[in-house]
C-alpha cells in the first residue's frame, strides 16, 4: 500500500543551527503538504507542493519536491524555540481522497 | 465559524460504551476528513466526505466506527463497543476542496 516515510524520527539541535526532514513515498504524489504541530496541540498546515522540483520558502523554511514527486524535504535555516514541535508531511495521490501523512520528525531546540 | 470545532475535546469512555465525537467544519466547506491519531504517531486516515457524500471509508478499522454528515456540514464519528486500542485523538478536518487544510483542536478519547 502506499506509505510515506520520513527521517529522521527526532533531531535535537542548538538554537541557531539548521534543520532538515526528509519525506519519503513509496509512490508517485499528486501533491504534497508539510504540517507542523506543536506538543499537545493539531497539525497545522504550513505548504502544499505540487510540481516537479518545486521549491518554496517561507522566511526561514525551505520546501522542495522531488523531480520524481516520491520525496520532498523541509530545511529550516537558524532554528529558534518557536521551531519546536513535529513536522509532518502528507502526500496526496490522485484518484484517492486521502492524505496519507509521514511519520514525523520531532524537533527538538536547546536554547 | 472560525475554525473547525470539535466536541467533545475529552471523553473517557468505559470499554465497551459506546462514543460519539462531532465536528464542526469552517462554514461553507465542502471537504471534511476523520483521522485518527495514537501518541506519538502521525495521522491516519479514517473516512473523507464531499457534502454529504462519504466518498472514502477505507481508513475505518472495524465496523464499529461509523462516520455520518447526513447534511453537508457537521459530521460525527461514532464508535461502539469501544475498546482500549481505540483510545487516541480524533482529528477532524475540513476543506474548501482547494490547498489548506484546517484542522479542529482534536477529541481525546480515552478508553478504560
Known amino acids: 500500500g502506499q506509505q510515506v516515510m520520513q527521517i529522521p524520527q527526532y533531531q535535537h539541535v542548538q538554537e541557531g543551527e539548521d534543520f532538515t526532514t526528509y519525506c519519503n513515498s513509496s509512490?508517485?504524489?499528486?501533491?504534497i503538504q508539510w504540517y507542523k504541530q506543536r506538543p499537545g496541540g493539531h497539525p497545522v498546515f504550513l505548504i502544499q507542493?505540487?510540481?516537479?522540483?518545486e521549491v518554496k520558502k517561507q522566511k526561514r523554511l525551505t520546501f522542495q519536491f522531488g523531480e520524481a514527486k516520491k520525496n520532498s524535504s523541509l530545511h529550516i535555516t537558524a532554528t529558534q524555540t518557536t521551531d519546536v514541535g513535529t513536522y509532518f508531511c502528507?502526500?496526496?495521490?490522485?484518484?484517492?481522497?486521502?492524505?496519507?501523512f509521514g511519520t514525523g520528525t520531532r524537533l527538538k531546540v536547546l536554547a | 465559524g472560525a475554525g473547525v470545532s470539535q466536541s467533545p475535546r475529552y471523553k473517557v469512555a468505559k470499554r465497551g460504551q459506546d462514543v460519539a465525537l462531532r465536528c464542526d467544519p469552517i462554514?461553507?466547506?465542502?471537504?471534511l476528513f476523520w483521522y485518527q491519531q495514537a501518541l506519538g504517531q502521525g495521522p491516519e486516515f479514517l473516512t473523507y466526505?464531499?457534502?454529504?457524500?462519504?466518498?472514502?471509508k477505507s481508513g475505518l478499522p472495524s465496523d464499529r466506527f461509523f462516520a455520518e454528515r447526513p447534511e453537508g456540514s457537521v459530521s460525527t464519528l461514532k464508535i461502539q463497543r469501544t475498546q482500549q486500542e481505540d483510545s487516541a485523538v480524533y482529528l477532524c478536518?475540513?476543506?474548501?476542496?482547494?490547498?489548506?487544510?484546517?484542522f479542529g483542536e482534536g477529541s481525546w478519547l480515552t478508553v478504560v
Open positions: 502528507a502526500g496526496y495521490h490522485s484518484g484517492t481522497y486521502k492524505y496519507i
Open positions: 478536518a475540513s476543506s474548501m476542496g482547494g490547498n489548506t487544510i484546517y
Open positions: 462554514s461553507g466547506h465542502v471537504s
Open positions: 466526505f464531499q457534502n454529504e457524500a462519504q466518498l472514502d
Open positions: 507542493l505540487v510540481k516537479s522540483g
Open positions: 509512490t508517485t504524489l499528486s501533491n
